[in-house]
């Protein structure tokens, strides 16, 4: 069993940036392919970002394409989100998640409808305008 912890999450402007880590305890986190959600006020929660077990293949919503970089560093157990040019409408908790058995693509398609193997807490971002 694995469980995810996330840092990093406050309060930034409009153009600001943010880093939000996500640590994972537990074995063979290598194993496990991770990604990124968020879920705004009275909004579904969308599918953010996605990496690879090794970090070799990343994807990204359109919405946040060139804005955030996905990142993992395997050693120490630990997946990030770099988050630049923050807009108000980043403003979400923003929930990591891994799974054993989902390529990063696949995450990217399936959206947070997938049953996956282990969520975060949650992290609140909010971006004053």
């Known amino acids: 069993q694995a469980q995810l912890v996330e840092s990093g999450g406050g309060l930034a402007q409009t153009g600001g940036s943010l880093r939000l880590s996500c640590a994972v305890s537990?074995?063979?986190?290598?194993?496990?392919?991770t990604g990124w959600f968020r879920q705004a006020p009275g909004k579904e929660r969308d599918f953010v970002a996605a990496?690879?077990?090794?970090?070799?293949?990343?994807y990204y919503a359109d919405f946040v394409k060139g804005r955030f970089t996905i990142s993992r560093d395997n050693a120490k157990n630990t997946v990030y989100l770099q988050m630049n040019n923050l807009k108000p409408e980043d403003t979400a908790v923003y929930y990591c998640?891994?799974?054993?058995?989902?390529?990063?693509?696949?995450?990217?398609?399936?959206?947070?409808?997938?049953?996956?193997?282990?969520w975060g807490q949650g992290s609140q971002v909010t971006v004053s305008s």
């Open positions: 998640a891994a799974d054993h058995a989902i390529t990063a693509q696949a995450m990217s398609v399936m959206g947070p409808e997938y049953e996956y193997d282990y």
């Open positions: 537990g074995p063979s986190f290598s194993a496990y392919v």
């Open positions: 990496i690879s077990e090794t970090g070799g293949s990343t």
